[in-house]
């Protein structure tokens, strides 16, 4: 009876045991160990497709792996500073919708040219604590020389977002700042959504997705 009683205890104790831990939230990602897992993934599906010699649904790729883990509203107010402040809440949310579609575009670009590239990720420096980090990596492509894509990173409520994408060292979005503010000086927020909106809809008509300047 005892034995009997002793091993229902501790039944209870193993199913008590395993349901509190499928409870426990899920351990916190690394934000390198996220960019690494989202590079291995999507160079993966570039290196089967071409492999077997079919096109790969770039956007669908772009959409579902890269677009989620970037934060387009801080990029936006980046690229837009102090003329940020300036816009009105429906101001805002359009640049948001046509910068994001404008970086979008620029990612496709580049992963339609991917060829053999390989992608290594630097040890992150960061204490546990830290809510922005900066996440390094460097692109090797055969022939070619190395270069460095480091991620801006912010941890918020969603998680760890991407703000800021720098290559070779130079911002992509700080790079549209001067060009932002020429177009807002000479026509307003409004004038630079239309330049925007425009510039979007003539890439959607291009065969081959090309990142062009502003101005």
């Known amino acids: 009876m005892k034995n009997t009683l002793l091993l229902g205890v501790l039944a209870t104790l193993t199913l008590t045991g395993a349901q509190a831990q499928q409870l426990l939230p899920p351990a916190p990602v690394r934000p390198d160990a996220l960019m690494r897992a989202i590079t291995d993934d999507v160079t993966a599906t570039l290196r089967r497709d071409l492999a077997a010699s079919q096109p790969t649904d770039i956007t669908r790729l772009i959409e579902t792996r890269i677009v989620p883990v970037f934060d387009f509203h ?22 948001v919708v046509q910068f994001r579609t404008l970086l979008v575009r620029t990612y496709s670009h580049a992963l339609e040219t991917y060829r053999d590239q390989e992608v290594s990720y630097q040890p992150l ?22 270069f460095s894509i480091d991620y801006e990173m912010a941890d918020g409520i969603a998680g760890w977002k991407v703000y800021d994408v720098k290559v070779g060292g130079v911002s992509l979005v700080v790079t549209y700042r001067e060009s932002f503010a020429a177009v807002v000086r000479e026509s307003g927020i409004d004038g630079l959504i239309k330049l925007l909106s425009d510039k979007n809809r003539r890439n959607e008509t291009r065969s081959t997705p090309v990142p062009v300047p502003l101005t």
């Open 125 to 146: 420096r960061a204490a546990a604590d830290d809510t922005e980090v900066l996440v390094r990596s460097f692109v090797r492509r055969r022939g070619s020389e190395a």
């Open 74 to 95: 801080r990029m936006t107010s980046i690229a837009m500073a102090q003329n940020w402040r300036l816009a009105s809440a429906e101001q805002q949310a359009a640049l």
